[in-house]
């Protein structure tokens, strides 16, 4: 039975991984860490120990491929290692060793295309502030300054970092051409579990678009000020909120979603009306027009709050990712997999970034949720039911299979 | 003429004062701090000079008496001269120097009953979290361990900084009886400056009831949790900050306000949906009755958005002082003053707190508020035309001749 060795492989790794860079807290693997170098090394070791010829490239992600004809463009599959501060033994893990469970089934059946497991580095961006730089420098889109930009919060560069592991900070472009991509992930959503469904098939990966918007008032004595003088920033920034709530409700079928995360009052005393306030907006979409057509909406009603309650307001954008849709080839194809040996799945985009997301710039890319229990990851209460984890891999499995095949 | 007189001493003292604590950012005479001192030491040397008798209580809080029979109660007026750090000079400092200049001619007038003035120590709270020590070291209201329990920024105890001075932070209550008690201070907020009016007269000093309000939510990614599926604390405490503000606006009449002036996000970060959230409300009004019911009414609609919303709140009752009413009799009297020397007058509540309010308990109490301009305080930006200053010292002088004379 395939599915009963990928299961024992799966479980075999997820076990002994799961003894790495814990604490009482939770797991924590940061990008080039001891902690995170410790379970790269055990992951090199399970592909070689699974008849993968294995090489890294300059920037330190891992390589694993079967052999094969490799005049064909490779099929490659793979996630990252890396983790948030306490956070949990899934994210990403759970599609590195699926990886590793399909790349060496489909080894021991010698079949035309090559596939090629992918384990990229630094892929969150909780030690230098910036995500998916493993899958960037593959792609070629890491900013030519990087090695010195971005830093640590101990102030250590990327490259001084990158250097004590022995590997470079550059752009480490894939070479070859590839014939799919596809990552097993887990959901981190709660999504999959609301609907009972233990796949989800990814169209489209969103992209944030992020503003700080700056709301001015006049602070005032909380005791001497009469309501009707007050310029209260803050029960103007509640207006706002709430009407960015209502607009991304009534979008929420166009797939986008609104969040203000961060606020801020000025002065911030029990007995001092808000005179500033300042917000985060965190758009996100997979479709660029919604994005953009939800954002007019939202900055359209701010500055009419803003009007009627003689408040200022300022608008400063800090990013505006472009989404990506992933391949329609290979959406079909999961799904058809799927019916063959007889998952339910639903197809649905995933709302957080993934290394599957820069891996568009040179292959199609297809993607598989598992669910996140409770919705609940970046968190050592993140988990998903062993089960889960091997329908998702048994459905990798398929996907490569009938790729690796053509 | 009566006024001039007043009008050459207010300036000439308000101008001395305006050299003493002062730096580039404004007025910092903190309570018991050396600046607090100096302005101490000079008033002290203007009431001698205005021939009155001088002492001062266990507390440090002065009194300088003017001659007459002491088997009658005394007049008493006054105010206090310490500052908020990065204050104006006018805060305290206008009843203050109006209270010399009215006992200086009093005293030459040779009336009946005494006038006294009173410098009360330490109402501010900026030092040690807490206000109106002095007056209420005067009412016998200062909890036991006064001495040990207030501590400043650098940790000293209240006990610690008053014997440095040859103080004592214990109560010190005033023995005798007390025909009168009347505080001439600024406004602090911008109601007689809209109203064109020049004059307050203060029916009763507000005080607040307090709260803080913790709203639990759930902690999700931004980008993988639909809107549905939200339990946003932020969202939520925008609902209830709204009706917050709403419910105040209504009950604007009544002579309540409601604030919300301080609230923190948990985690605050831009791609976090917000778990927690806590807020305060700050209530005030000078009819008991009045903020009950609006304390009621904000209650019962945070609990419907909490329920509605799948919200968990939590209320901490952080003070519920007492709100006072001043002596109709005073109020009384301050009109009829007022038209007989032709000056406009409104009646009017004091949203903020103030010695007089502590002098309720042992005395009937008047207060004579004069404009802020823009209704600023607490800020270096604090002015009061001098005109404005005259008009009320003259005011308080005419109504400490009627109550002296009986």
Redesign the interface.
């Known amino acids: 039975m395939t599915e009963t060795l990928l299961k024992d492989r799966v479980e075999e790794m997820m076990t002994a991984l799961a003894k790495l860079g814990k604490d009482e807290r939770g797991y924590t693997r940061l990008a080039f860490s001891d902690a995170d170098m410790e379970v790269r090394s055990y992951l090199i070791g399970e592909m070689e120990r699974a008849g993968l010829t294995v090489r890294e490239d300059a920037f330190g992600n891992v390589f694993a491929r079967t052999r094969g004809n490799n005049a064909l463009p490779a099929v490659l599959i793979g996630s990252h290692a890396d983790s948030v501060p306490q956070g949990g033994n899934y994210d990403g893990i759970v599609g590195i060793v699926g990886a590793i469970a399909v790349a060496e089934k489909i080894a021991s059946e010698k079949l035309p295309r090559p596939v090629e497991v992918v384990l990229f580095m630094a892929e969150e961006s909780s030690r230098f502030g910036v995500a998916n730089l493993g899958s960037k420098a593959m792609a070629g889109m890491l900013p030519e300054d990087a090695a010195s930009f971005y830093k640590d919060s101990d102030g250590k560069t990327l490259g001084e970092v990158m250097a004590e592991r022995g590997f470079v900070a550059e752009n480490a472009p894939y070479k070859k051409r590839v014939r799919a991509f596809l990552e097993l992930h887990i959901?981190?959503?709660?999504?999959l579990e609301?609907q009972l469904s233990p796949l989800g098939i990814v169209t489209g990966i969103?992209a944030?678009h992020?503003y700080r918007l700056t709301i001015g008032g006049r602070a005032?004595?909380?005791?001497?000020?009469?309501?009707?003088?007050r310029r209260?920033a803050?029960?103007g920034?509640?207006?706002m909120?709430?009407r960015i709530?209502e607009l991304?409700?009534a979008n929420?079928r166009k797939g986008v979603?609104?969040?203000?995360?961060?606020?801020?009052?000025y002065p911030?005393?029990?007995?001092?009306?808000?005179g500033k306030v300042t917000m985060?907006i965190?758009l996100?979409g997979t479709d660029e027009d919604n994005i953009n057509s939800l954002c007019i909406a939202i900055l359209e009603n701010v500055d009419a709050i803003a009007q009627k309650r003689n408040l200022a307001v300022q608008l400063e954008t800090l990013t505006e990712e472009e989404p990506a849709l992933l391949d329609e080839g290979l959406v079909a194809l999961g799904e058809y997999c799927a019916g063959e040996i007889g998952e339910r799945t639903m197809r649905m985009a995933?709302?957080?970034?993934h290394d599957a997301l820069y891996m568009t710039r040179i292959a199609p890319v297809g993607m598989i949720f598992v669910p996140s229990k409770n919705?609940i990851?970046?968190n050592p209460a993140e988990y998903t039911e062993m089960a889960d984890i091997v329908r998702g891999t048994n459905l990798l499995y398929h996907m490569v299979k009938r790729l690796a095949e053509e």
């Open positions: 959901e981190q959503g709660g999504i609301s969103a944030p992020r005032d004595h909380s005791g001497t000020t009469p309501m009707n003088l209260d803050l029960t920034a509640a207006d909120l709430l709530e991304a409700q929420a979603v609104a969040t203000v995360g961060q606020l801020d009052v911030n005393a029990m007995n001092v009306v808000p985060s965190d996100r995933s709302g957080a970034g919705g990851s970046h």
